[in-house]
């Protein structure tokens, strides 16, 4: 099962259906003699989108609204006042610069943040004088930025050291959830999860639990995933070995190729003779991958024992020596008998 990468359920109301629905109730509202009642469209709002309070349930041909901040009526807390004959409105003290004020009573707030957060009241006049009023309540929600995977250790050892993957920052009304190869985390006794589900313990990580890890993060209004992030789990070398075309070569003859042989992958390797780093002569060559070298022609200074050490960030192993030998043709001439003898050296 992969992660899902799409957007939040939620989507913001966009602008021009905000103002649909202030014409429709404009020129609409039922009549009812019920208490006025506050919809917030949408219920979940998200940081800079566009909301509405709308009023239900008002009184038929009312003289004029108020919104206030907060629960009560306190004109320190005013936003605004509107006169429905005249359609005049008034800004209050509260007023911030993004409130608009209908004459159906309804409110608009646009690019809302989080400090509007809290509560809202409305105060509606009555042709007899008499008011009523209600109040609702807006919460605003954080759009989640983009979460980012720690690890308290960045070069585990293999069945040694306990990972710590922690996902931040922290915020708020968040859940968190986890995934490891485009995988939802499987059942083990060493993936501990904690109770918030923010951080992930990986108990004597070793090479299976490398990863990828993505973590997830969701609130209300959006949600978020981090970058892939990879453990560079470290871990023993099996010894390679070492093989050779031929092991007995005649000077100025060739080519000799000698061939480092591993199971390993993701490992560097370096080649040594006579116990040293070995220093590349023009007829040495080596392949890309460094796993073969190759000598053409060989030279009595190439006599001698080879091997190749293959390492990866943590842990290296060599393999066994092989020696490689170079013989050369003397002739030896004897004043007795003008024999020619042939001696390896």
């Known amino acids: 099962m992969e992660p899902p990468s799409g957007p939040a359920s939620r989507r913001h109301v966009p602008w021009n259906r905000l103002l649909l629905a202030v014409s429709l109730l404009t020129f609409w509202t039922p009549p009812t003699t019920a208490q006025p009642t506050i919809e917030t469209v949408p219920l979940l709002a998200a940081e800079g989108s566009d909301v509405l309070l709308l009023a239900h349930n008002v009184t038929k041909n009312p003289l004029g609204y108020a919104w206030y901040r907060g629960e009560r009526v306190d004109n320190t807390q005013l936003i605004g006042s509107c006169r429905v004959a005249t359609n005049l409105t008034t800004k209050g003290p509260a007023h911030s610069g993004s409130e608009t004020l209908y004459p159906n009573g309804t409110l608009l707030i646009q690019s809302v943040t989080q400090e509007d957060t809290g509560s809202y009241t409305l105060l509606v006049t009555k042709d007899d004088l008499q008011t009523e009023r209600q109040t609702g309540h807006l919460h605003v929600h954080p759009v989640l930025p983009t979460p ?198």
């Open 148 to 345: 980012v995977i720690t690890s308290n250790n960045s070069n585990p050892r293999e069945h040694k050291d306990t990972v710590v993957l922690t996902c931040g920052p922290e915020t708020q009304n968040t859940s968190y959830m986890w995934w490891i190869s485009n995988q939802s985390l499987p059942k083990s006794t060493r993936l501990e999860l904690s109770e918030d589900k923010r951080t992930l313990k990986v108990v004597t990580v070793t090479r299976k639990e490398k990863g990828p890890y993505v973590c997830e993060t969701r609130n209300p209004v959006s949600i978020s995933h981090s970058d892939p992030f990879t453990l560079d789990v470290l871990y023993p070398v099996v010894r390679p070995s070492l093989q050779a075309s031929n092991i007995t070569v005649p000077e100025h003859e060739g080519p000799v190729v000698l061939t480092c042989l591993t199971d390993e992958t993701g490992v560097s390797i370096r080649w040594l003779f006579k116990g040293q780093s070995l220093l590349l002569a023009e007829r040495m060559t080596l392949s890309s991958d460094s796993s073969t070298l190759t000598i053409d022609p060989v030279s009595r200074e190439d006599a001698g024992g080879y091997q190749c050490e293959v390492s990866n960030r943590g842990n290296s192993s060599r393999s066994g020596p092989l020696r490689l030998r170079v013989t050369s043709l003397t002739s030896v001439y004897t004043p007795h008998k003008y024999a020619c003898f042939v001696f390896l050296s």
